[in-house]
T-cell receptor, first 115, second 113 residues
Framework: DTAVSQTPKYLVTQMGNDKSIKCEQNLGHDTMYWYKQDSKKFLKIMFSYNNKELIINETVPNRFSPKSPDKAHLNLHINSLELGDSAVYFC??????????????FGSGTRLTVV | QKEVEQNSGPLSVPEGAIASLNCTYSDRGSQSFFWYRQYSGKSPELIMFIYSNGDKEDGRFIAQLNKASQYVSLLIRDSQPSDSATYLCAVIGLTGGGNKLTFGTGTQLKVEL
């Protein structure tokens, strides 16, 4: 039973296209995030939603638009894709992760390749 | 100055040895500190979190926090080849809100037979 699930796992698309990545969590957490991991493996926060409200919006091109229909879902839509958007995008949620740990739980990632 | 700094490595240790991974952070008001492990091609997974000065132990893992020195470390006892991965230090600071987790660039650990 996957805690944070992302689809698709792989996405190959041409420059200029529009694409979406979906994320769902069944942990009951209130806060969800999108992170981007670049080719050097650096994880950088993009957005955060708390119970459907946008609370963090880092310096991200406005071609990226998150949407949260409810607290269990956070989707990412990207318009006019560029080569530099190629990366792995991770969805995460924050809360109790086990019996004693608070932290982020990450989805399995979406590897986006723009050609 | 980067918000969270780690030596990128690779750090090589023999099997059975203690691996020591270090991290410094710039936000003196940071509250919570996390260690994640990331295998190649996989997502980060939480190993431990610590928020009080001192040591916290969980199995073979020991997290150490020194807020005065703005330093957090992870010790892995009896290192195994399966511990070979990138270890990410992450911090929740006072600025930004929303439990924003800021990551270091990670240290690659190689445990050799």
């Amino acid at each position: 039973d996957t805690a944070v699930s992302q689809t698709p796992k792989y996405l190959v698309t041409q420059m200029g296209n529009d694409k979406s990545i979906k994320c769902e969590q069944n942990l009951g957490h209130d806060t969800m995030y999108w992170y981007k991991q670049d080719s050097k493996k650096f994880l950088k926060i993009m957005f955060s939603y708390n119970n459907k409200e946008l609370i963090i919006n880092e310096t991200v091109p406005n071609r990226f638009s998150p949407k949260s229909p409810d607290k269990a879902h956070l989707n990412l839509h990207i318009n006019s894709l560029e080569l530099g958007d190629s990366a792995v995008y991770f969805c995460a949620s924050y809360g109790l992760t086990g019996t004693a740990n608070y932290g982020y739980t990450f989805g399995s990632g979406t590897r986006l390749t723009v050609v | 100055q980067k918000e969270v700094e780690q030596n990128s490595g690779p750090l090589s240790v023999p099997e059975g040895a203690i691996a020591s991974l270090n991290c410094t952070y710039s936000d003196r008001g940071s509250q919570s500190f996390f260690w994640y492990r990331q295998y190649s091609g996989k997502s980060p997974e939480l190993i431990m979190f610590i928020y009080s000065n001192g040591d916290k132990e969980d199995g073979r893992f020991i997290a150490q926090l020194n807020k005065a020195s703005q330093y957090v470390s992870l010790l892995i006892r009896d290192s195994q080849p399966s511990d070979s991965a990138t270890y990410l230090c992450a911090v929740i600071g006072l600025t930004g809100g929303g439990n924003k987790l800021t990551f270091g660039t990670g240290t690659q650990l190689k445990v050799e037979l």
